[in-house]
């Protein structure tokens, strides 16, 4: 699963989208480009992991920002 896929589910902003996953939000932002953009990135395979468990369980959403939060 795409992270983008995130933005539309739970209404986050890029801004949202790139805390939960620890990257810029330039990253966040190219994983949403057309795959003919040669600035495109595809998302890691922790992040497209990641991203399968918060859509399963959106508990996660509130473990992950409270760990942040330590930090």
């Known amino acids: 699963m795409n992270p983008i896929e995130l933005l539309g589910k739970y209404q986050w902003s890029y801004k949202t989208l ?7 939000e330039l990253e966040a932002r190219r ?3 057309r ?3 040669k600035t495109r990135r595809n998302p890691s ?8 468990v918060i859509s399963k ?14 930090f």
């Open 57 to 70: 369980h959106p508990e996660v959403i509130s473990t992950i920002q409270a760990f942040s939060q330590d």
């Open 18 to 24: 790139s805390n939960v996953f620890g990257v810029s």
């Open 45 to 52: 395979a922790t992040a497209q992991i990641l991203a399968v």
């Open 35 to 37: 795959k003919e953009a």
């Open 31 to 33: 994983w949403g480009f």
